[in-house]
């Protein structure tokens, strides 16, 4: 535990940084492909849509008075899932008062209704062929019931993207948070098709689910976020690093949480594989699992960038990452030559400290100028870079300490304070 | 701030002593088993056989129908489906105690009219001709011993006098009715055969003919009135005691079919006695309904079925009608503060015969019977979502059905909820230690008022476990612990900060709290919606959703953090004890570290 308490600290305090939000080419990418994997897979397989969706077929089997136990129901539905009939892998065998049996499998084609009406025999071979009677069952998901279910799944999200919008006053955010939940839902949806898993209604509430924690977890990143890049100009740091920084804090959190999310559903998994085989528990189980571990990878490796990417079209933020660029070269540089030039809102003329007379930019904060400065002189423009050299304000002279032009240095007390 | 904050020992009391009332509720109200879905227990298939072959899109026009009445108010996922061309099969989960409303809900045609009583009469057999020639007699003999009048219109007139609105009743219900006393039935009355224009003055059958017809009714009615008579069932039967609307003579059987546009002759079963009504045609038709409700009125011990009429005019009956809201105001005005009753007729019976008590302007009324909450909230159902287009047999094949999940895949789920949370427990404990010991408090206690919880509303609201329920609820474990993990990840990053364990919890708290509430504001969110617009199972996953998050959100504000706070006054935990889970080694700051001069970036 110490190691992962270290590196949580670490990461704290910035010491230690995983890049969450550059190399944006690269990640999208990866988004990309594993979307367009799962839009493949839905064109090409397609879902598997259960009986609840597509109607199906229907064996009442009376199989005489006292016959119909949960036990021989047991025994019924494993014997027709076990017979690798395509459309009745999964049978829903009930018992029907105390001397039938009903079975429920999809729609089946003549062939394989035979072969179901073979197995049936097979377990019960009392029965007459007479005694099995078929019909066929409408959806009890109809149409309404799944357009219902959209129109919900539509207004919440307006309502979210809504109040992620009010609440950190940036709907950017609320569209990174789309972004990394349209991901998640393509992925879970690309389990689905790729696996042929039978989409049932548990899986659309997995679904459902998934929808709620994926959008979850982003906000609580978000949130972080928010508190680490409202004081940005003061920190001296550019909004992406600001929000690396914040994932990188969350991030002890975000490997937490996934592991305590990711534990009852790999339970449910594993006990389900060890006791009962392939059902419809050990499905919901996985897409979950899929779903949830794409969330916390979607909250921690997408919707970030996504952000940062869309923050730095703004020219404020630009900005402010052209001054942290320059303040933390300057400071790399020399520390101390950096501090009066920076805060005293001083130029450096052109051929300043190495720090400062760096090409990649540096603007001056005009409103940070001190009055009493020099006559400002009309600077010329830098070729090639299309931007105006600050205006020297004090009168620069060779340094002896340093070994080269310095500005002059006002009196202590007329410094802008730090 | 400090001053106004509440000591964490007495949140805690409280709180558990909020847990302590709603055990005891539990004890009091429901079982102490959850009720179980149609996956796990199984429960009650009713197969409903539609008579005379409907079209496709009728059948399922019936199903979505019959869906919504047993899926409209609770969240126990009961399953409706077509089967063949002609049969609907609804399934319900448990036992179910109340299985002949039940079976009523399902097959219930729902159709309702209000029609006006021309003629009425008690006894079947005795005076069966009191209605004969109209002319000086009082025809209206109400047996009725108790109020079934009663509070007729209160709805309405609380819009318009409230002082009246309190009005109970059973005044007028001994009330010797007159309606047919005034004129002999003469050649010019209108007549109830499909005549459409029945004044002869060029305007189609309007709600004034009925009210004229009601005063009078034409010989033909009359006579069919008199030719049939009721059982003790309520079924209109005629001379040879066979069922109405086979009698040979087509004139008559007609009387006995509830169709809008035709007069109609039905009989109300009350308290053992029969009346029989001869009513007028259909004034107000179930389809302009716009909303119907079970409840009980102010100052009254029965349950009525309120409803609600609009005044749409496309949907108006008769058509040509201003809309239901302005016939029943004309009919109110033409009945008010007379003995003339109207009835109102379900499915060609008729639930009660009332007088009107006061002029209803805004279509609101109320349906009083023999009802108890069940009965009334299920025909409250049933007009709400509409009539159905098909009839169904008489008698439905209903049968208990088994489970439809193997025995072993509750056992499974519940092994696997047991053993993932005690995963979580563990892992809970390895990472944060002492605090570790918080987060399982935390859970158990989460985990014993969403047991509560569930056994509440599965008594209060019909919720079932299914067997994806129980797996969300396994997976709201993890949801639930993540709270206290952003918690506590926030008090250790305040003592990374230097502060000191007290200090951090407070801090801490503060920005973890405003995270914690916008991240369960999205969840609640999410459930709530999916709840009002979603039906069946996705209605009871925003349910379980909502409940866990609530669930979540209390356990975190009114247990983990008093408890937290509380356990900070011990030397144990705010010394930085290697246990307490918050020493300077587990929080990665005990190395010295090589601070960089000019703070950091």
Redesign the interface.
Known sequence: ??K???????L????KSIDFTGRRLLWYGVTILIVAAAVAGLAVRGLNFGV?FT?GT?FSVAVGAGN?S?DN??AL??AIGAANIENADQP???????Q?L?V?VQNLSPEERQQVEDVIEQQFPDVAPNDVST????????K??AQ??A???G??LI??VI?IWA?FREWKMSVAALIALIHDVAITVGVYAWSGFEVT??A???L??I???S???T??VF??IK?NTTKLRR???SYG?AANLAVN??L??SI??S??????????L???AV??GA???QD??LA?FVG?GAGVYSSVMLAPRVIVNLKSLETEVQEQARRAKAR?RA?AAD?YAAVPAVTAGRPARETGPEGLEDDDSFRIDVEETDDESVQPAQSPTVAGRGRTVPTQHRPVAPSSSSGRNQPVRDPRSKRGKK | MAARRPSPGRTLVIFFLGIAVLYSLVALTASWKPALGLDLQ?GT?ISLKALNSPSKDNL?EA??II?QRVNGTGVSEA??????SD?I?VEVPGDTKNRNELEDTVKRTAQLRFRLVACADADPGASATACAGGSGTPTLQRAAPFGADKGKGGKGKKTQSPTASATPTGTASATPGDSGSDQPSDSTSPSTDATTDPAGDGKEWTTQDSLDWAQAPDAEAVAAYNALSCDKEGNVVDAKGKPGATTKDPKVAAYAVDTPDHALVSCEVRGGSVIKYLLSRSVIEGTELTDAAAQIPQNQVDWVVTIDMGNDKDKANPPGSPGAEDDFEKISEALVNTNRLFAIVLDGKVLSAPTMNAVIHDGRSEISGDFNETTATSLANSLKYGALPIAFDKDPKV???????????L???L???A???L??ML??L??YRGLGLVVVASLFVAASITYAMVLLLSEAAGFTL???GI??L??A???T??SF??FF?RI??EM?EGRSMRVAVESGWA?AR??RM??????V???L??Y???????K???FA?GLSTLVDLAVLFWFTKPMVSYLAQFKAFNSGHKLSGLSK?????D?P?TRV??G??
């Open positions: 535990m110490g992962m308490s270290r590196l949580g600290n670490d704290y305090q910035g010491r609840e109607g229907t119909a949960q129901a047991d539905r494993d829903v065998v009930t018992t029907a008062g105390d039938a009903t429920q019909s066929d069952v409408g959806p009890s998901w109809g309404e019931v219902r279910a129109i919900g799944v207004i919440f309502l979210v109040f609440y209604p548990a659309v509430t997995g459902l689910a929808l709620g924690f959008l979850y977890d906000v609580v949130d972080k508190e920190r001296n740091q690093d804090q969350t002890v959190r937490n949480t592991i305590v999310a990711l534990i009852p559903i790999g339970a449910i594993y006990v389900s006791q009962l059902s419809s528990l919901l189980a979950q949830m933390q400071e520390r | 199984g298939r399922e199903r979505k869906d399953s409706v489906t077509t089967s063949g049969e099969v049968e208990e059905i088994g489970p439809s999940l193997a025995g072993n895949q056992q499974a789920g092994t696997a909820g053993i993932g949370v995963l979580v892992y809970c390895l990472y299914t067997l994806p797996a969300g396994i997976i474990v993890g949801i612990a993540d993990i952003i990840e250790r990053d990374r920005r405003v995270t916008a991240a369960n504001t999205v969840s969110l999410s459930a919606v999916l009002i617009f979603a039906s069946g199972v996705v009871g996953f925003g959703l080694e587990t929080l990665g700051t190395t570290r001069v000019g950091e970036a």
